[in-house]
């Protein structure tokens, strides 16, 4: 089946510093990556959607300049957290679209900023 | 490994009652998630089980049975808005989310 990958798993990081997500599809080509935040018990929050060697587009609200994603290839895609601070603390999830427009999720990264 | 099975796509009649089941095999048990999920949205949180049984909020309920690995979501009085694809996912003992493929719900007038 289609695997999504995102590392690392979890991550503690002081005040002031950045943080970089990794999001692999690890055995399929994803033509678009999402990127969602999660808060306990909620929906998941669309933050950005990637497409391969493009802009990435952002939703209302989320700063573009402080979740920095690229997508570099069809396989990976990275949120970057840049200057953290302790709201950002959260889950953030990615997914990956197929060709055939299947969806599949990755298991979650838990950022915690101190 | 770990595995979260969920049948591919379901079929009910506008009004009825439909059951999608999810099996799971986790390393650790930190709770079952049901989301909902509409062509091209993210995904809706429906609802969370971490202790055995049933928990209703109206027309959809959910059921947990943590010792035979099992969950499923409940769907009485359906109505067309309800064609979507389900996402059961269980949050392993890492706090890791591990998801199903979805159940793809086809309602029919």
């Known amino acids: 089946g289609a695997v999504v990958s995102q590392h690392p798993s979890r991550v503690i990081c002081k005040s002031g510093t950045s943080v970089k997500i990794e999001c692999r599809s690890l055995?399929?080509?994803?033509?678009?990556m999402f990127w969602y935040r999660q808060f306990p018990k909620q929906s998941l929050m669309l933050m950005a959607t990637?497409?391969?060697?493009?802009?990435?587009?952002?939703e209302q609200g989320v700063e573009k300049d402080k979740f920095l994603i690229n997508h570099a290839s069809l396989t990976l895609s990275t949120l970057t957290v840049t200057s953290a601070h302790p709201e950002d603390s959260s889950f953030y999830i990615c997914?990956?679209?197929?060709?055939?427009?299947?969806?599949?999720f990755g298991p979650g990264t838990r950022l915690t900023v101190l | 490994g770990q595995n979260i099975d969920q049948p591919t796509e379901m079929t009910a009649t506008e009004g009825a009652i439909v059951q999608i089941n999810c099996t799971y095999q986790?390393?650790?048990?930190?709770?079952l998630f049901w989301y909902q999920q509409h062509a091209g949205e993210a995904p809706t949180f429906l609802s969370y089980?971490?202790l055995d049984g049933l928990e209703e909020k109206g027309r959809f309920s959910s059921f947990l049975s943590r010792s035979k690995g099992y969950s499923y979501l409940l769907l009485k009085e359906l109505q067309m808005k309800d064609s979507a694809s389900y996402l059961c996912?269980?949050?392993?003992?890492?706090?890791?989310?591990?998801w199903g493929a979805g159940t793809k719900l086809i309602i029919k007038p």
């Open positions: 055995d399929f080509q994803a033509t678009t």
């Open positions: 997914s990956a679209k197929r060709g055939d427009n299947e969806q599949f």
């Open positions: 089980n971490v």
């Open positions: 986790t390393s650790g048990f930190n709770g």
């Open positions: 990637s497409n391969e060697g493009s802009k990435a587009t952002y």
């Open positions: 996912a269980v949050m392993d003992s890492n706090y890791q989310l591990i």
